[in-house]
Structures are given as structure tokens and as C-alpha cells.
T-cell receptor, first 112, second 116 residues
């Protein structure tokens, strides 16, 4: 079945780069997403990548996709304290509903 | 663009009562909306897929008579938690799929339900 896995916690110092990793199982996924959730809030779409792309960069965010290994990563350059949040990786189901399957979320802690 | 408004943001109700949560797409039409439940420090669990003008599709293990979903228009879906119990206390989040969009779904800000 469809499954998305993430590491649960990452701690970095302000100014460093953060790399959050994700693995998925559905090889027919069309889109993969990264969402950010701050405490008590909904999810904010950070970026997405289409399955035929290897890399996508958007300002401080870089997404790398290794389709062979079903591995997705999100790199945040020059991490700031405001980046502290939970980051969810999600794949778009290949089924007709197009529902999103989420990973467990990675809590990013940025230390000053 | 692509804003989803969810209300209320927080609600406290007594056991046995029903609570309605609204999810509105403000600047686009959403033929499909999704309802999620999130437990503390956990991921989002998809409860059901709501389709405008038809019955919702519930995920396995979700009681359709307990969690009533209505998607009567292209901009509004509602989730009603009926006969609420303390174990229904949770964070409920909706998301809306913009027709033709490839960039993912827009999420509401969530509703914190506490049943006392």
C-alpha cells in the first residue's frame, strides 16, 4: 500500500542548512509535496515537485527527488528561527481520488 | 489566491451534543474537499473525501454516521461531529482541491475540538 516515512526530529543552528528526508512507496505518484505546519495552525504548501523532475529550487528551498530510490528531500538554506515548525512530506495518490498521503512529520528545531 | 477558510477555529462542547465545522474556498471552486484529523504530535489522518453534489467517500474505520459530511456547493463543505464524546476531541483540518491545479491542495487553518 501507500506509505510515506520521515524522520521525526531535526535540530540545527540558525544560519546552517537543514535537510529533511522522506521516503515513499508508491512509484506511480505524480506529485510530491512539502508542507509546513506551525503550532495550532493548518498546513502551508511550501513547494512541490512533479515526478519527472530531479530537482527544484525556490529561493531558500531546494527539493531533490530520487525516483529510483523513492527518496525526497527538502533543503532549507540559511535556516532561521522562524523556520521552526513541523514539515510534512506528502505524495499524491495515483488513484482516482488524488488524495494526499502524508508522512509523520519532521519537527525542525532551530537554535539561535 | 487559493484561500480556504475554516470555522470555527476552536470549539468546546458537551458530551452528547453535535458540532458543525465549515470549510469554504474563498476565491476558487472546489469540486473535491478532504477532511483530516490530527492527533497531538502525529500526522494527518484522512477521514473522508467530499465531492460536490454526491456522497462523501469515507476511509476505512471512519464512522459515516458519526462524522456527517455535506458538500452542497462548489465552495462549501461541512463536517458535523454527531453525539460527540471526549475521544472525538482532536484537531480537524480541511483541504480543498482546486480544479485543474497541479500544485497541491490548500488547507484550512484547522478546528480544535474539545469535548467535555
Amino acid at each position: 500500500g501507500e506509505d510515506v516515512e520521515q524522520s521525526l526530529f531535526l535540530s540545527v543552528r540558525e544560519g546552517d542548512s537543514s535537510v529533511i528526508n522522506c521516503t515513499y512507496t508508491d512509484s506511480s505518484s505524480t506529485y510530491l509535496y512539502w508542507y509546513k505546519q506551525e503550532p495550532g495552525a493548518g498546513l502551508q504548501l511550501l513547494t512541490y515537485i512533479f515526478s519527472n523532475m530531479d530537482m527544484k529550487q525556490d529561493q531558500r528551498l531546494t527539493v531533490l527527488l530520487n525516483k529510483k530510490d523513492k527518496h525526497l528531500s527538502l533543503r532549507i538554506a540559511d535556516t532561521q528561527t522562524g523556520d521552526s515548525a513541523i514539515y510534512f512530506c506528502a505524495e499524491r495518490s495515483s488513484g482516482n481520488t488524488g488524495k494526499l498521503i502524508f508522512g509523520q512529520g519532521t519537527t525542525l528545531q532551530v537554535k539561535p | 489566491g487559493a484561500v480556504v477558510s475554516q470555522h470555527p477555529s476552536r470549539v468546546i462542547c458537551k458530551s452528547g451534543t453535535s458540532v458543525k465545522i465549515e470549510c469554504r474556498s474563498l476565491d476558487f471552486q472546489a469540486t473535491t474537499m478532504f477532511w483530516y484529523r490530527q492527533f497531538p504530535k502525529q500526522s494527518l489522518m484522512l477521514m473522508a473525501t467530499s465531492n460536490e453534489g454526491s456522497k462523501a467517500t469515507y476511509e476505512q474505520g471512519v464512522e459515516k454516521d458519526k462524522f456527517l459530511i455535506n458538500h452542497a456547493s462548489l465552495t462549501l463543505s461541512t463536517l458535523t461531529v454527531t453525539s460527540a464524546h471526549p475521544e472525538d476531541s482532536s484537531f480537524y483540518i480541511c483541504s480543498a482541491a482546486r480544479t485543474g491545479a497541479s500544485y497541491g491542495y490548500t488547507f484550512g487553518s484547522g478546528t480544535r475540538l474539545t469535548v467535555v
